[in-house]
Nanobody, 114 residues
Framework: VQLVESGGGLVQAGGSLRLSCAAS???????MGWYRQPPGKQRELVAQ???????NYADSVRGRFTISRDNTKNTVDLQMNNLKPEDTAVYYC??????????WGQGTQVIVSS
């Protein structure tokens, strides 16, 4: 599965950005999500959504970020509101499946200035 992200950029604290991930196929994809890797830190889960629409969020973004999925367009979006400087990271789209396989996008940079 090929994943292509878009929508990153530079924004001031309190602002919003919307990330989009286009998948080449969602056939037998169980869940899609967004991870991020802040500078000098490990990659961490931000939000995930299953094929049936169940969602899971990191505590640090719950209430500010919303993940959505369009199975007809093979896309998963991440709406990020009230952004904070600590949200600065490279954001990666992830797809789980088929089976135990996992795919990653190339990453998109998000920088939140204070």
């Amino acid at each position: 599965v090929q994943l292509v992200e878009s929508g990153g950029g530079l924004v001031q604290a309190g602002g919003s950005l919307r990330l989009s991930c286009a998948a080449s196929s969602i056939f037998r994809i169980n869940a899609m999500g967004w991870y991020r890797q802040p500078p000098g830190k490990q990659r961490e889960l931000v939000a995930q959504i299953t094929r049936t629409g169940s969602t899971n969020y990191a505590d640090s973004v719950r209430g500010r970020f919303t993940i959505s999925r369009d199975n007809t367009k093979n896309t998963v979006d991440l709406q990020m509101n009230n952004l904070k400087p600590e949200d600065t990271a490279v954001y990666y789209c992830n797809a789980q499946g088929p089976g135990t396989s996992a795919s990653w996008g190339q990453g998109t940079q998000v920088i939140v200035s204070s």
